[in-house]
């Protein structure tokens, strides 16, 4: 036997962020949850941003913060960020630099980091969240 069950969702979608591909949306809100596609460091033309790991981390944390904000909610309402390196050992330092700044170190959501081979567009970092919409 197998049943489909109803997913009530809405689709975040703002022309003040990077456009998503095609197969996937920026964001979805479910059941008061807020689940951020992967954002790399880009602009609104797909081109990586010049400076490494840093910049493309802010890159990537400012439109996830563009894309919560539609969806009613801001990073201090993340509560977990999955994180993905293709060079661990010389990224990881950097981009938690950067992480830091968006933060309140009393706040910090829960977090995973994971070394990957390759990203999209040759990208150093992609970021992913799930955030609370107060």
Do not use: W
Not at 39 to 64: H, M, P, S, W, Y
């Amino acid at each position: 036997m197998s049943s489909k069950a109803h997913v009530n969702k809405t689709i975040i979608s703002t022309p003040n962020a990077n456009p998503p591909l095609p197969v996937f949306s920026q964001a979805v809100i479910s059941r008061g949850m807020v689940y951020v596609s992967g954002n790399i460091g880009c602009d609104k033309d797909f081109k990586l941003v010049e400076g490494g790991v840093k910049a493309q981390t802010r890159a990537a944390l400012n439109n996830i913060s563009v894309l919560l904000k539609e969806a009613g909610s801001d990073l201090t309402h993340i509560v977990k960020a999955n994180i993905y390196l293709t060079n661990m050992q010389r990224d990881f330092g950097p981009m938690n630099e950067v992480y830091a700044e968006f933060f309140d170190k009393e706040n910090m959501p829960a977090r995973t980091c994971i070394g990957v081979s390759t990203l999209p567009m040759g990208a150093d970092v992609e970021v992913e969240c799930v955030a609370e919409i107060p």
